[in-house]
C-alpha cells in the first residue's frame, strides 16, 4: 500500500542541469499535480494531468515539462534548471469521481539549483 | 484568473476557537477544500465544501457561501499539535485546483 510516492526526496544540481522529478501513485487516480512551495507563495500549480496523454498548464509552467505515459506516473522535468526553481516541489493525485475533490499529497522533493 | 486571499498568520491559546477566512476569485468555481500542514511535512486534506453551508468534521467545520465567494475553518477546542498551516483551495474547471498562499496557526499554551 505505497500510495503516493516522489523520489528522490532532496536533490542538489546545478545551473543548466537537467532534473527529472518522480511522481508514482498505486490507487490509479485519473487527476495527477504537480505544485511547488516557496515561502510567502503557498502551493502553486505546475501541471496537472486529467488522464495518461492528457495535461494542462497551471499558474507556473514556464521552465518545466510534463509527461504522462501511463496512468500512474507523472515526471516533471526542469529542462535547464535556474537558481528560481530551487524549491520544494509536491506532487498529488486525486480521483475523478465522488470524493474527486481530495488530493493526496507526497512526500515531497526538495530541490535546489545551485 | 483565479486568486484567493488568506490571512498569513493567526495566533490562539490552547482550548479556544479560531476562524480562518478565506476569500477567492475564480472561474469555473466547483468547491473550497482546506489543507493542513505541519513544518516538514506534506499537505493533508481536512474538508471541502460543494455547496453554501457548514460542514463538520469533529473539531473543524468549514463554511462556504458561493454568492460572497468566501468561506471559512473554524477550528474548536485547539490543541498544540494544531499548530501549523492551512491553506484553502479553489476546484475550477477540469479539476485544477489553486491554493491560498497559508495561514500560520500558533496555538498557545
Known amino acids: 500500500d505505497a500510495g503516493i510516492t516522489q523520489s528522490p526526496r532532496y536533490k542538489i544540481t546545478e545551473t543548466g542541469r537537467q532534473v527529472t522529478l518522480m511522481c508514482h501513485q498505486t490507487?490509479?487516480?485519473?487527476?495527477m499535480f504537480w505544485y511547488r512551495q516557496d515561502l510567502g507563495h503557498g502551493l502553486r500549480l505546475i501541471y496537472y494531468?486529467?488522464?495518461?496523454?492528457?495535461?494542462d498548464k497551471g499558474e507556473v509552467p514556464d521552465g518545466y515539462v510534463v509527461s504522462r505515459s501511463k496512468t500512474e506516473n507523472f515526471p516533471l522535468t526542469l529542462e535547464s534548471a535556474t537558481r528560481s526553481q530551487t524549491s520544494v516541489y509536491f506532487c498529488?493525485?486525486?480521483?475523478?469521481?465522488?470524493?474527486?475533490?481530495?488530493?493526496?499529497f507526497g512526500s515531497g522533493t526538495q530541490l535546489s539549483v545551485l | 484568473g483565479q486568486s484567493l486571499e488568506q490571512p498569513s498568520e493567526v495566533t490562539a491559546v490552547e482550548g479556544a476557537i479560531v476562524q480562518i477566512n478565506c476569500t477567492y476569485q475564480?472561474?469555473?468555481?466547483?468547491?473550497l477544500s482546506w489543507y493542513q500542514q505541519h513544518d516538514g511535512g506534506a499537505p493533508t486534506f481536512l474538508s471541502y465544501?460543494?455547496?453554501?453551508g457548514l460542514e463538520e468534521t469533529g473539531r473543524f467545520s468549514s463554511f462556504l457561501s458561493r454568492s460572497d465567494s468566501y468561506g471559512y475553518l473554524l477550528l474548536q477546542e485547539l490543541q498544540m499539535k494544531d499548530s501549523a498551516s492551512y491553506f484553502c483551495?479553489?476546484?475550477?474547471?477540469?479539476?485544477?485546483?489553486?491554493f491560498g498562499a497559508g495561514t500560520r496557526l500558533f496555538v498557545k499554551a
Open positions: 465544501n460543494g455547496l453554501d
Open positions: 498529488a493525485s486525486s480521483d475523478s469521481g465522488g470524493g474527486g475533490e481530495k488530493l493526496f
Open positions: 483551495a479553489v476546484r475550477g474547471g477540469g479539476f485544477k485546483t489553486i
Open positions: 494531468s486529467a488522464a495518461a496523454d492528457i495535461t
Open positions: 490507487w490509479s487516480h485519473s487527476y
Open positions: 475564480t472561474s469555473g468555481f466547483y468547491g
